[in-house]
């Protein structure tokens, strides 16, 4: 936990458009005696900014503590060298109220706030100082040395008390939004318990599970939780051991399990999830069922014990049990699908006020899995879901609204969706809400807005926001005009697979007139859009459908055998793997120079280099976001069972290449020349051997025959 500065409300109330403008009383040096202070947060405290729910993290998650002791008439702020001090007024004729005098450290100047104390608890407003307010208090005859800007100065104490006499006089306090809470502690006892609560609710904001009741209740955007994706388990692990050793929350247990799995800290995340989960703390299911169902952190791979531990809590009348079973079913976590057992499990979760069940429901509705497709059902669940504040509703319900899909059309309210949801780190979301912003759809157009939206998704790996922000700052739209950076943002987009930063780098200056989104963020619906091609292909293997290897898909399946090994390990089996890495090197291989690098065309040669690699890098795009365990498994065993499908002849025995091949080399050397020529001429083995034939994969890319000769030793063509 950080000790920090005091953030003066003021300075808060602008970020939050509380007051719009002008919204600073200040002075070049305090206009009130220091040693006239009154001692009315006790002679030292502990404090933290408060809602209702408790304290109040900062946007990293951080909480700020403020620590001060009373000294000749002022607090002095220790631990910081920002404020020098508070001083605390009485305000005649008004007991309940008091003027703070906040002493700049390092200009000597002032600031001024209204203060009430209730109970523990100091509420803070920001003076009204706008250009209206301003011309109020001209006509009444108050001056001001400097006005403007973030708001005004005043030189005297004369001038000061009569702005305070005219304020009050208004009722203005009463009618102002909500005040800035601070929570104080004076005694030990309550500063031991302020500390506490301070460092849970860090932990919680760092690492807290989105569908954990202690998270929900959080103040602002760390209400929605932290998918594991989103931990920062460097910052989230101090954190959570500094909370567990002051407040071992059930919570605060869980947020720890998840930062150390993270860092693969395997026996403390066993221990601490196996206790929580005999204790009934529903959102450990979730962990202890992936250990089981993928075999993680060392733990022996068994989905049905998965299944078994799901089924039980959920038969106990856990609704976290019934809930992770129907997402189970959804995704396939246990082997298979099961849509209509899903259903009924989701159903059950949503009816026990489980997080998150509704807009899962909502996608099978959207996609029709399991169930006759029903767009506008599904547009009822997910506005149950963003009642519920779940960012993924939000998102979903917004792209609904946008599309008019099982709704009337109505962008207005979609891109408020999408902002809420991208003002709490939802990258898809992000990219809808810069996306229309850059356009002006549903919203006054304001490319700097889009610019700033898009760039916190960009950084995240959001391919999709990548795009249209390589597209703004490649043209100098709300943004200075920088060629090579927008030129690199597109490429890194399309060399990650995405389809539309590829459109733009062939056509920069012909945008899409609508999102989207093929690519991003897709693994959770289970159901990418169906296009012709490579993704077709990958999806008739994840679907356990039989495909065939051909030139036109062979880079790009490479590319997803190289994601499945470096992601997820896949396949287990060393030797399986090995296979998969040397077809996804002898790809890259084949990939740089081509097919075509005899053809006097060089255009056309590079050309065919180019979209090979680009091929490649969308399928390494596409491996990376399938589910690591029983899916990336399956995957990769497609995709080696394609390899050697046709590497056999029909008796079982040698293929026709090698049996052909085998009395101008040997048996061993045809095998290993087949299987590397194989990146370019997938059906190789079933063909009978011809010295031309290999004479022209070797013209078309060189490198093939450079590895021919290296690796199998054959280097007579």
Known sequence: MHLRTLIPPPVLSCLLGLLLAGCQLESDKPLLPLAGGAAALGDGFVAAMWSGAGPVPEEDGAVTLISGRFDGGSYVLDGQDVWRGVSVHQIRGRDELRLLQVIDAKSGGASYYFGRVRGRDLEMFAPRVDKARRAELHAAGLRFVEEGGSGVKLDTPVELWRFVGATLARDELDAAEAPLVYRFATTPAEQRALRAAAAEAECLALAGHPQDPAVAAMPGKHAAGRWMNAIDAAAAEPACRRALAQRPSAS????????????????????????????????????????????RLGARKDPEAARRLLATAAGRGDPMGAYLLGYYETYGSFGTRD???????????????????????????????????????????????????????????????????????????????????????????????????????????????????????????????????????????????????????????????????????????????????????????????????????????????????????????????????????????????????????????????????????????????????????????????????????????????????????????????????????????????????????????????????????????????????????????
């Open 339 to 717: 849509y209509s057992a899903a259903r009924d499990h989701l159903k059950t979760a949503l009816e026990a006020g489980v997080r998150g069940a509704a807009t899962q429901l909502g996608i099978l509705y959207e996609g029709g899995y399991g169930v006759v497709a029903n767009p506008a059902r599904a547009v009822r669940y997910y506005r149950q879901g963003v009642d519920e504040t779940d960012l993924e509703a939000h998102y979903r319900l917004g792209r609904m609204l946008y599309y008019g899909e099982g709704v009337d059309e109505d962008r207005e309210a979609a891109f408020k969706l999408f902002e809420a949801a991208a003002e709490r780190q939802h990258a898809a979301a992000a990219y809808f809400a810069g996306f229309m912003l850059a356009r002006g759809q549903g919203v006054k157009q304001n490319a700097g807005k889009a610019v700033r939206i898009l760039e916190p998704a960009a950084d995240a790996g959001s391919t999709a926001a990548q795009a249209e922000l390589g597209r703004l700052v490649y043209h100098g739209e709300g943004v200075a005009a920088d060629r090579v950076r927008g030129r690199k943002l597109l490429e890194k987009a399309a060399e990650a697979g995405d389809e539309t930063a590829a459109a733009y780098l062939a056509a920069i200056d012909k945008p899409k007139p609508t999102p989207d989104l093929y690519g991003e963020n897709r693994q959770r619906d289970g159901a990418p859009p169906k296009r012709d091609g490579p993704m077709e292909d990958l999806q008739a293997l994840l679907r356990g459908e039989p495909f065939r290897l051909t030139p036109q898909n062979v880079p790009f399946m490479a590319g997803v055998a190289s994601a499945l090994a470096e992601t997820c390990d896949a396949p287990r089996d060393l030797g399986d793997r090995w296979e998969l890495a040397r077809f996804a090197m002898t790809a890259t291989v084949g990939s740089i120079f081509g097919g075509k690098y005899s053809d006097p065309d060089l255009g056309a040669a590079l050309g065919d280099a180019g979209k090979r690699l680009l091929l490649q890098g969308m399928g390494e795009a596409a491996g990376r976001k399938i589910p690591c365990g029983t899916v990336a498994e399956a995957a990769a065993a497609g995709i080696l069972a394609a390899m050697r499908s046709n590497a056999s002849g029909a008796d079982g025995g040698v293929s026709t290449f090698v049996r052909t091949c085998a009395p101008a080399f040997d048996q061993r050397r045809c095998s290993c020349l087949a299987n590397t020529a194989r990146v370019t001429m997938p059906e190789i083995h079933r063909m009978a051997y011809d010295r031309t034939i290999i004479k022209r994969v070797v013209e078309g890319n060189p490198f093939i025959g450079l590895q021919i000769a290296l690796t199998c030793g054959i280097n007579e063509y």
């Open 252 to 295: 605060v247990r869980y947020a720890l399990a998840r930062a150390l799995f993270l860092k693969e800290k395997a026996a403390e995340t066993r221990g601490l999830v196996a206790a929580l989960v005999d204790e009934g703390f529903g959102p450990a299911l979730a962990m202890q069922a992936d250990i089981l169902a993928n075999g």
